[in-house]
Structure formats: structure tokens, C-alpha cells
């Protein structure tokens, strides 16, 4: 029953962000559109042999993807700092585990959008086979999706919370989605590969302790970064 | 009573200093002395003393800011925090020893400055998270949210050690994970660890003392301001 009543009041805080970014369209347009000019600069640099171009193709996609959903994550927070919103959440009935895991959902959902149109878009661009493999491509996306956005959410609460927010959050997620990121590329290339031995494995393996890592941090730490 | 004790704290602090200074002078001795040329890199390789020791004390740092971050969110006492503080600047010093040393290092041995090696570069994560976190605790002014955002940080960066550690055993790279060494090297390289870890242990000591003595300061400010005049 308890558990029903949190996942109700996490659904309203869900639909409550997706409805408003619907409304003002603050940093999805923007997202997407920066992840579209990266993957065109970055599909400019791959004019290269098939070999070479499946080498470096998981590495561009997946820093594509970290830099444009930047922005998505570094507003899920910052949103909620102006116009006194961060008040009005730290009163809602819920506990600070269901907002955490809210706003991971609003940023799972946007990640999601941005790796369904970076995806295609790089395979028409550079003609890289990210889709050869389709059930493999979208596992890694989901595990990386949810490592990027458990990690982000997480650190973006925590530079809300500081003058020089804008700046702070890539400084501090890089390094430490760096794992996540290496995982998810080179899971990328082998699965272009169709190479689905130990190594896609113990890639893939990481990729999840991070998300499953990050997540749980997440949880049990939450309370600690909204607090006043 | 008082005015001895004072004098007694005073004499053991001095023994204190002098023993690290020591400490580290036998290190740096024996780094030069004592330790046999290395047979391929000659003295290059001597770097190594000075390299696995800072790398040592990156790490400690971590460790400490993580523990001690977590006894704020505990306890809630500032002094927790300036336990944390201190640890995260020493532990950036030690990783950017760790950085410049390693860098030397790979030039001597592979000829070039850097290297993605899954050892280096996670050393470089290690930097970028201490440098962070002491920008995250340059944006924020009162003191006990700074406190409670840079331990929620630390513990989360701690969680990326297993990473730094186990590199080289969980990717192949070129840094070599237990390098064999004459028993005399070995033995210099535990005195000069030790020498290190005497050192970060005071300096340790020092910064948080000088902390707690900053927020003495700010806290008599602030009240004669508010005292009638």
C-alpha cells in the first residue's frame, strides 16, 4: 500500500516537470539541438576507414550524448531553485527518496529523447552500424541512459546548491561518469561489431554497477542535499 | 598547571615536527644512497619513491575526506568538516604529485609525457574530483551547507576508489601493476610511504587546526558586530 501511495506521488512530481518542460520548453529545444550540431561536427571528423570509423563511433556517440544531456540535467534543479519552486518540493508529502527517483524518471525520459534522435542521426550521417544489433544497442543505451542520469541527478541537486552552478556540474560529472562513458562506448563497439564475448560482458557488467552504484547513492544520499 | 601543560603540549609538538622532518630526510637518503640503479631506466626510475608515495597520499585524502564526511552527516560539528577540508586540499596536492611525477615517470620509461593508460587516467579522475570538490566548497558560504554538500560529494567520489585501485587488474594497460623489486627497494620505498604518510598525517593536523581557528576568528567578528556600542 506504501509503496503504491510513493509511486502515485512519484508519478505526480514526473508528470509535474514533463507538463511544465511541455509548457515552457526550457532546456529540452536546447538539448536536442546541441546534441544535433555535435553529431554533425562530430560525424564531419569520421570520414574514415569502416574499421577506424567502428573504433571511434561508440566513443563520439556517447560523449554526444554526455555533453547535450548536460544541459537536461543541469536544469532539472536549477528549475526548481528559481521562483522559490525548491520550497514548495521540500513541503510536498513525499519522501526525499521519491523525489530523487522522480527526477532521475524526468531525466531517464529525457536522455531517452536525446539518444532517439543522436542514435539514427549518426547512423545516416556517418553510416556507422549503431543498429546492427538493435537489442544489444538498446540495452547499452538503457544502462548507460540510467548510469548518466543516476550520477547527473544526483550532482545536480548537490551544485544547485552553489553559486557557480552552471559551471560546476560538467567539472564534476565528467570525472566521475568517466567510468560510465568508457563502458558504454566501448559496449557500443563491440556490440557493432556483434562481438558479444567476456569483454561485451564485463563491459556491460560495469556499465550496470554504476547505474545500480549511483543509484543507490542517490537514494540513501538525497536527503542530505536538500535539506536547508 | 595550565602554563605547563602549554609548555609540555609545545615540547611534544616540537618532537613531533622533528621526527617527520627526520622521517622523510632518511627517505630522501635512501631514496639516493641506499636503492641500486635500476638496470634499464638508471636513475629515472628513483622517481618511483617519490611517485607511489604521493599516489599514497592521493588516495588517503580521499579515504580521510570520506570518513570524515560522513561523521558530519552523523554528528552535524563543524570540526568533522574541517577534518574533510583539510583532507581534500592535502589529497589534491597528492594527486597532482601523483600526476606530474607519473608524467615524468612515462617519459623516462615509454618516451612520452602521457599515456591513456587506465592506471593514469583514473588518477586524473581522482584530480578532477578533489579540484571539484574544493570549487564546489569555494560556491557555497554558510558553513554547514557547504559541510553537507562536500561530504555528499566525498562519499560519492569515494565510491569511485575501487575504480583507481583496481584498474590495472580490471583493463590491460602499460603501468605496471606490481613491478618486481630488489628487497632494497622495497625497503626504501615502505620509508619513503612512511615518510609521506608521517608528513600528511601533521600537515593534516596543522590545516585543521588552522581551520578551526579561522572559524573562532569569523565567529568574534561577527559577534562584535552584533554587540551594542
Known amino acids: ?228 | 598547571m595550565h602554563a605547563r601543560s602549554g609548555s609540555l603540549r609545545r615540547r611534544c609538538r616540537s618532537i613531533g615536527h622533528a621526527a617527520v622532518v627526520a622521517m622523510l630526510l632518511v627517505a630522501l637518503a635512501a631514496a639516493f644512497l641506499v636503492a641500486p640503479t635500476e638496470r634499464t631506466m638508471g636513475d629515472a626510475q628513483r622517481i618511483v619513491y617519490l611517485h607511489v608515495a604521493d599516489a599514497w597520499v592521493g588516495l588517503a585524502g580521499a579515504l580521510v575526506m570520506a570518513a570524515a564526511g560522513a561523521a558530519y552527516l552523523v554528528r552535524r560539528n563543524l570540526r568533522w568538516d574541517h577534518w574533510a577540508q583539510a583532507a581534500a586540499e592535502l589529497g589534491w596536492l597528492g594527486a597532482t604529485l601523483t600526476l606530474v611525477t607519473g608524467s615524468l615517470w612515462a617519459h623516462a620509461a615509454w618516451n612520452v609525457w602521457w599515456t591513456w593508460d587506465p592506471r593514469l587516467t583514473t588518477a586524473l579522475i581522482l584530480w578532477a574530483l578533489y579540484s571539484g570538490c574544493l570549487l564546489l566548497r569555494g560556491g557555497v558560504d554558510d558553513p554547514h551547507r557547504r559541510a553537507r554538500l562536500g561530504a555528499v560529494l566525498a562519499i560519492a567520489g569515494a565510491a569511485d576508489l575501487p575504480l583507481v585501485v583496481m584498474a590495472t587488474r580490471w583493463f590491460r594497460g602499460m603501468h605496471p601493476a606490481a613491478p618486481a623489486m630488489e628487497p632494497s627497494m622495497r625497503a626504501v620505498l615502505l620509508a619513503s610511504v612512511l615518510g609521506f604518510t608521517a608528513l600528511f598525517a601533521l600537515l593534516l593536523v596543522l590545516r585543521r587546526h588552522q581551520l578551526e581557528l579561522q572559524r573562532l576568528v569569523e565567529e568574534l567578528t561577527e559577534s562584535e558586530k552584533e554587540m551594542p556600542c
Request: with cysteine; proline share 5%; charged share 15%.
Open chain 1, 1 to 228: 500500500m506504501a509503496s503504491l501511495e510513493m509511486t502515485a506521488r512519484l508519478w505526480w512530481i514526473l508528470w509535474k516537470d514533463l507538463v511544465s518542460e511541455c509548457r515552457a520548453r526550457r532546456a529540452w529545444p536546447a538539448m536536442l539541438l546541441l546534441g544535433i550540431v555535435v553529431a554533425f561536427t562530430f560525424a564531419g571528423q569520421m570520414d574514415l576507414p569502416p574499421d577506424e570509423q567502428k573504433r571511434v563511433a561508440g566513443g563520439l556517440v556517447w560523449l554526444a550524448i554526455f555533453l547535450a544531456g548536460m544541459l537536461a540535467l543541469e536544469r532539472s534543479f536549477a528549475s526548481e531553485r528559481e521562483n522559490g519552486c525548491w520550497q514548495g518540493l521540500r513541503l510536498c508529502p513525499v519522501s526525499s527518496h521519491a523525489v530523487y527517483l522522480a527526477k532521475l524518471a524526468v531525466n531517464v525520459v529525457a536522455l531517452a529523447a536525446l539518444q532517439g534522435v543522436l542514435i539514427p542521426l549518426f547512423v545516416v550521417l556517418s553510416g556507422v552500424p549503431l543498429l546492427a544489433h538493435p537489442a544489444a544497442m538498446l540495452l547499452v543505451a538503457a544502462l548507460g541512459n540510467v548510469a548518466l542520469a543516476a550520477a547527473g541527478t544526483l550532482l545536480g541537486a548537490l551544485t544547485a546548491g552553489s553559486r557557480n552552478t552552471a559551471h560546476l556540474l560538467p567539472l564534476l560529472l565528467l570525472p566521475m561518469a568517466v567510468p560510465a562513458v568508457l563502458a558504454a562506448a566501448e559496449a557500443t563497439r563491440l556490440a557493432m561489431d556483434g562481438q558479444f564475448g567476456a569483454p561485451w560482458r564485463q563491459w556491460t557488467e560495469l556499465l550496470a554497477a554504476f547505474a545500480v552504484l549511483f543509484t543507490t547513492i542517490g537514494i540513501m544520499l538525497f536527503d542530505f542535499v536538500i535539506e536547508e
